[in-house]
């Protein structure tokens, strides 16, 4: 168990919806990472939070977005959801020293 | 940009050695990462290795780095069916961002 845990674990949503993904981080992590896992693929990097502000961004639209809270927790966001965006959503939270710890991610569905 | 690439599959039988391969193209990679993927899991960290070091052991598993050929293995001993899951090769700069992962290779271990 890595102490990250991330809800819903599996969305339905359509074409043009919004969707809010969250993650708890492991305590004490201050550093929390999102990444895009489409089917048969390596997971690729969305974008990482470091004390409340984004600071890297993979190769993804404006209409990703996320926060991250002082309690550890963050969310992702999603707006004008396409097709392609179906994927699973991993968050990995981490302690400045590199490692990765990752939750068991979000299976979204869009229809 | 970054690449990481493995082959997708491997099979083993029960009690022999995997070699797992990955090479990859960012000569300034700091960290080498290997994650294991089970079904319907996250990503767990198997193993990492710094780029100055050549070789890391730990219980089963053994890193092998040739920095030169821009090349990292895992070699798994005695295979056994637990085993058995994705593993994804990942690269990671030195502020901890932006892993580039391997698109997996799939380890199938024969009873």
């Known amino acids: 168990e890595t102490g990250v845990t991330q809800s819903p674990t599996h969305l339905i949503k359509t074409r043009g919806q919004q969707v809010t993904l969250r993650c708890s981080s492991q305590?004490?992590?201050?550093?929390v990472s999102w990444y895009q896992q489409a089917l048969g693929q390596g997971p690729q990097f969305i974008f990482q939070?470091?004390?409340?502000?984004?600071?890297g961004r993979g190769n993804f639209p404006p209409r990703f977005s996320g926060l991250q809270f002082p309690n550890y927790s963050s969310e992702l966001n999603v707006n004008a959801l396409e097709l392609d965006d179906s994927a699973l959503y991993l968050c990995?939270?981490?302690?400045?020293?590199?490692?990765?710890?990752f939750g068991s991610g979000t299976q979204l569905s869009v229809l | 940009g970054e690449d990481v690439e493995q082959s997708l599959f491997l099979s083993v039988r029960e009690g022999d050695s995997s070699v797992i391969n990955c090479t990859y193209t960012d000569s300034s990679s700091t960290y080498l990462y290997w994650y294991k993927q089970e079904p319907g899991a996250g990503l767990q960290l198997l193993t990492y290795?710094?780029?100055?070091?050549d070789m890391k052991q730990d219980q089963r598993l053994t890193v092998l780095l040739n920095k030169k050929d821009k090349h990292l293995s895992l070699r798994i001993a005695d295979t056994q069916t637990g085993d058995s899951a994705i593993y994804f090769c990942a690269e990671g700069d030195n502020y901890g961002q932006n892993f580039v992962f391997g698109p997996g290779t799939r380890l199938s271990v024969l009873p």
């Open positions: 305590s004490g992590h201050n550093t």
């Open positions: 990995a939270s981490s302690l400045d020293d590199r490692k990765l710890f």
């Open positions: 939070y470091y004390r409340e502000e984004e600071n």
């Open positions: 290795i710094f780029s100055n070091m």
